[in-house]
């Protein structure tokens, strides 16, 4: 069984600011990680995913993730957030040792919030 | 034309209609899924197809009736909805492979059931 943990339904931040949004996942086998974002009417973006190897990974748009297996996180940042940034994120879960049909288990999602 | 692709965007219907969703990808996947996303809760995994046969159905309801004719098509028929079933239906297609399995969505269809 997984699960996913986003802290934080809302985050603000200035434009030019730090964005950091926190994903703690629970998984019974190896984990495939993954950041989505969601603009408004529209479908789920693939952001990153860590499958394996190296533990930091890098995305689209400037973001970038960090798996931590000693604290069960996957936390997103990005060094300077953009009003383009403004959207939904979701954090997702699946389980590494299936053959990627198992479905994804996803956090319920921070909707990021830029200041002008 | 690329991607995962959803018709109709935006679809309202009465409770006694019979409608159908429809999904197409073009991305050489061979697994297909059905997600059902209501304002204020987390994504939910309706049905999952792999090479064509259903995999997962998580306790949904039989008023919804998912079909998969082939890998790269996807079908959700509606029927006798209620109110409560208006939600974001979000198609995704993925490679049964191991390392990856990331999905590919699609913009969704917007459902309203009145």
């Known amino acids: 069984a997984q699960s996913v943990t986003q802290l934080g339904s809302h985050v603000s931040v200035s434009e030019g600011a730090l964005v950091l949004l926190r994903c703690n996942y629970s998984s019974s086998v190896p984990p495939y990680l993954f950041w989505y974002v969601q603009y408004p009417n529209q479908g789920l973006q693939l952001l990153l995913k860590y499958t394996t190897g190296a533990t930091l990974v890098k995305g689209i748009n400037g973001f970038e993730a960090e798996f931590k297996k000693s604290e069960t996180s996957f936390h997103l940042t990005k060094p300077s957030a953009h009003m383009s940034d403004a959207a939904e994120y979701f954090c997702?879960?699946?389980?590494?040792?299936?053959?990627?049909?198992?479905?994804?288990?996803f956090g319920k999602g921070t909707h990021l919030i830029i200041q002008p | 034309e690329t991607g995962v692709t959803q018709t109709p965007r935006h679809l309202v219907m009465g409770m006694t209609n019979k409608k159908s969703l429809k999904c197409e990808q073009h991305?050489?996947?061979?697994?297909m899924y059905w997600y059902k996303q209501s304002a204020k809760k987390p994504l939910e995994l309706m049905f999952v197809?792999?090479?064509?046969?259903?995999?997962e159905n998580n306790s949904v309801p039989s008023r919804f009736s998912p079909e998969c004719p082939n890998s790269s098509h996807l079908f959700l028929h509606l029927h006798t909805l209620q109110p409560e079933d208006s939600a974001l239906y979000l198609c995704?297609?993925?490679?049964?492979?191991?390392?990856?399995?990331?999905?590919?969505f699609g913009q969704g269809t917007r459902l309203t059931v009145v």
């Open positions: 991305l050489g996947h061979n697994a």
């Open positions: 197809y792999s090479l064509e046969e259903r995999v």
């Open positions: 995704a297609s993925s490679h049964r492979q191991q390392g990856r399995a990331e999905a590919f």
């Open positions: 997702a879960v699946t389980g590494g040792s299936g053959g990627g049909a198992d479905g994804l288990t």
